[in-house]
């Protein structure tokens, strides 16, 4: 079955459907996306390489679990549905800032999203969905910042794009 997504305006009204990579090609349409960060009491950052099997970044570490809603799904439903489908667990998440980005990537798709980031905690053992993640690790959010300004090319674009502005919002609200 495809997945069919919400197309939306600048201001995340929503303006229509499309399927999922119907929507990231011809230069990709605004679409509704979120991220998701989760921290542990230790202040470590989950992080996952995507899966070799993802249609764009595959192989690339980026933030705990990012997707979209599925037409007619609440936001917050969907945030909950895809962290229990990619690592196993449910925890309290709250939405932090939104922003638009556009990124073109060499298998001719682009993302353009309208991207709620979410944040949460969790201390517990994740389980990686081998369909959705290859690896994960907890990491010093300090050492992932030095990381990707030496190592871009091992990141996705939306996660070096926001991960500053998500470690400033956790140091300001611990």
Known sequence: ????IILVD???REIGSEEKIAAHENGGKLHRAFSIFIFNKEGKMLIQRRAKSKYHCPG???NTCCSHP???EALEKAVHRK????????TDLK??????????????L??????HVFIGRYDGKPLPNPDEIDDCKWVDPNWLRKD???????????FRIILDRVIEHMKNNI
């Open 95 to 108: 939405e932090t800032f939104s922003f638009i980005y556009k990124a073109d990537f060499d298998n001719g």
């Open 83 to 90: 962290l229990k489908q990619e690592f196993g667990f449910d």
């Open 70 to 72: 599925n037409k007619g």
């Open 1 to 4: 079955m495809k997945e069919i």
């Open 60 to 62: 690339l570490w980026t």
């Open 10 to 12: 600048e201001n995340d």
């Open 148 to 158: 990707i300004k030496e190592h871009p090319e091992n990141y996705t674009p939306w």
């Open 110 to 115: 682009t993302e353009h999203e309208f991207d």
